[in-house]
């Protein structure tokens, strides 16, 4: 038994550090030693939200860990191998049989948070790429610059970043967006009728506000592919007219959506360089600032923020 500690949401909003007890891994379990975990959406959600929200996150699920002891009758798994981890918690145990091992290489944990890479594996699966396609994404947060890296390896013809950050569109463009286009533009009307007027085959909205919806629908050639990939926690609406005559194929790409394994898929698409997590993670903090950190991305207060990592 040693202890340890953990984050847990509080109900009615914010987190706190408690004190945990872990025991020994059982037979076919290991323990593993929690490094970092990434700051999802999600979390910040319930963290403004409270632990009693409706869907409300558990405590961290970007986890990345050394495994630590090792149960019995468990094979293949060694003391010192990195693995996909669980939360903000510094000390747990797993099933073996539920590992996946993170290579070995120089890249720092905070650059390997595997999880909601793992999710993008699904968004692409669910959007079907296909050569030559003209290709728009919709919001250019920490998932939807992954999903734009995974595209842009992808052997489409064009792909247009839409966002209203001027700073994340000009990442979009190093990352392998062809053009991009803000909303807030002066000139956003005109250049979005010449982007649809070439005839737009998928559109990607990462964004989960009905904004994201709208600007899909009017870009979306007759016959193309909307993939609804962005998390909307209340209602959204869409032009029915628009809908029906335009035969839209609309497409559910949460990651409950997922029709593979993917976090074997993500690990390879990390470790061959495909996504890159570097250029993302904009924020490390320590457990103790976990709060702190959430507190200033949910009233607006990290203006430069994409991804948040808590280190262990």
């Not at 250019?140 to 700073?167: H, K, N, V, Y």
């Not at 909303?183 to 070439?198: G, M, N, T, W, Y």
Request: hydrophobic share 40%.
């Amino acid at each position: 038994m040693i202890k340890s500690e953990t984050l847990r949401y509080k109900e009615g909003g914010g987190v706190e550090i408690v004190g945990i007890e872990v025991p020994d891994p059982g037979p076919k379990e290991v323990q593993v030693r929690g490094t970092v975990c990434g700051i999802c959406a999600w979390d910040l959600y319930t963290f403004k939200q409270g632990s009693n929200a409706p869907y409300a996150a558990p405590p961290g699920h970007e986890g990345v860990g050394y495994v630590s002891k090792v149960g019995s009758d468990v094979e293949g798994v060694k003391e010192g191998d990195r693995v996909v981890g669980v939360g903000f918690t510094r000390d747990y145990n797993m099933d073996a049989a539920e590992l996946h091992f993170i290579p070995d290489d120089d890249t720092p944990d905070e650059h390997w948070i595997v999880e909601p890479v793992s999710c993008i594996v699904t968004g692409l699966d669910r959007s079907e790429v296909r050569a030559g396609d003209r290709v728009a994404l919709i919001g250019c947060g920490f998932m939807g610059l992954i999903f734009l890296q995974g595209l842009a390896r992808s052997p489409i013809a064009e792909l247009t970043a839409i966002d209203i950050q001027q700073d994340r569109l000009a990442l979009a463009k190093s990352l392998g967006a062809t053009e991009t286009l803000n909303p807030k533009a002066d000139d956003f009307e005109e250049r979005l009728e010449a982007i649809k007027a070439r005839e737009i085959d998928l559109v990607v909205d990462c964004t989960g506000v009905q904004q994201g919806i709208d600007t899909a629908t009017r870009l979306i050639k007759r016959g193309g592919r909307i993939v609804l990939f962005g998390w909307d926690h209340g209602r959204a609406s869409f032009d029915g007219d628009a809908w029906h005559t335009g035969g839209y194929t609309v497409v559910n790409a949460s990651p409950s959506a997922r029709v593979r394994e993917v976090f074997e898929p993500a690990i390879r698409m990390m470790s061959a360089g495909l996504i890159d997590l570097e250029p993302l993670v904009t924020h490390v903090v320590p457990l103790e600032e976990a709060g702190e950190l959430m507190k200033q991305v949910t009233e607006g207060e990290a203006p430069d923020y994409i991804k948040g990592v808590i280190t262990l």
